[in-house]
């Protein structure tokens, strides 16, 4: 059974988020300029960058949408975005926000999912999402955790995985480990595999990724 796809949302201006943007801009300007007048270039240089960063906050960082799996409301949709409710994955794409295809492979290692305390791998590789056939070992030391962690690969893709860390919201800079994978079928059988509650919101099955990823190679 091919799961349907999810209707993308569309995405709204935030006018309050591009005032805040704004007026960030001009003080970060309005300091670069103070310190030009000083001589210190350096600090006029930093602040003039991040009166630019600003610039594209007011372009990108100021709109809303509501997540296509679980309806929670997104912002800040720069590039990749991730639910922090549901944990699913989309990106803004002519003019509307989309949870990304079963199928979707980043060339580097971004997906992230944190690793709670249950750390079950699926047997799909990480890097493409076809059926794996061995696994590679990582490893991760933290002041917080140390752990290793085998991540099945295919036969024919290395490195498809990484680990790292990120900070838990709300509590302060304290660090959760994080399995960053390219394949986004293998992200999905992960969350499934170690979140059950959020397994009814992700209702790709794993013979609906296979017919895609088989329809993706033929193409």
Same mark, same amino acid.
């Given at each position: 059974?091919?799961?349907?796809?999810?209707?993308?949302?569309?995405?709204?201006?935030?006018?309050?988020?591009? %005032?805040?943007?704004? #007026? +960030?801009?001009?003080? =970060? /300007?309005? @300091?670069?300029?103070?310190?030009?007048?000083?001589?210190?270039? *350096?600090?006029?240089?930093?602040?003039?960058?991040?009166?630019?960063?600003?610039?594209?906050?007011?372009?990108?960082?100021?709109?809303?949408?509501?997540?296509?799996?679980?309806?929670?409301?997104?912002?800040?949709?720069?590039?990749?975005?991730?639910?922090?409710?549901?944990?699913?994955?989309?990106?803004?794409?002519?003019?509307?926000?989309?949870?990304? %295809?079963?199928?979707? #492979? +980043?060339?580097?290692? =971004? /997906?992230? @999912?944190?690793?709670?305390?249950?750390?079950?791998?699926?047997? *799909?590789?990480?890097?493409?999402?076809?059926?794996?056939?061995?696994?590679?070992?990582?490893?991760?030391?933290?002041?917080?955790?140390?752990?290793?962690?085998?991540?099945?690969?295919?036969?024919?893709?290395?490195?498809?995985?990484?680990?790292?860390?990120?900070?838990?919201?709300?509590?302060?800079?304290?660090?959760?480990?994080?399995?960053?994978?390219?394949?986004?079928?293998?992200?999905?059988?992960?969350?499934?595999?170690?979140?059950?509650?959020?397994?009814?919101?992700?209702?790709?099955?794993?013979?609906?990724?296979?017919?895609?990823?088989?329809?993706?190679?033929?193409?």
């Amino acid at each position: 059974m091919i799961a349907l796809p999810r209707q993308p949302m569309p995405i709204q201006r935030s006018w309050f988020r591009t %005032a805040g943007w704004a #007026l +960030t801009g001009i003080i =970060l /300007l309005g @300091l670069a300029a103070f310190m030009g007048q000083l001589g210190n270039y *350096l600090m006029a240089g930093v602040f003039g960058l991040f009166a630019l960063l600003s610039s594209i906050g007011i372009g990108f960082g100021s709109y809303v949408t509501a997540c296509p799996v679980c309806g929670k409301q997104l912002r800040g949709l720069f590039g990749l975005k991730r639910c922090s409710q549901c944990l699913s994955y989309g990106k803004v794409s002519e003019g509307q926000y989309h949870e990304l %295809a079963p199928d979707f #492979l +980043t060339k580097v290692p =971004l /997906l992230a @999912l944190p690793l709670g305390d249950r750390r079950e791998m699926p047997p *799909l590789c990480c890097a493409c999402g076809a059926a794996a056939a061995r696994t590679e070992r990582l490893r991760i030391i933290r002041l917080e955790f140390a752990f290793d962690l085998d991540v099945p690969h295919c036969a024919f893709h290395t490195g498809g995985a990484d680990l790292a860390s990120e900070t838990i919201a709300g509590k302060g800079k304290a660090q959760a480990p994080v399995l960053q994978v390219k394949s986004y079928a293998f992200y999905l059988a992960c969350v499934k595999a170690n979140y059950p509650s959020l397994a009814i919101l992700h209702h790709f099955s794993n013979d609906s990724i296979a017919q895609s990823l088989l329809a993706r190679h033929k193409s």
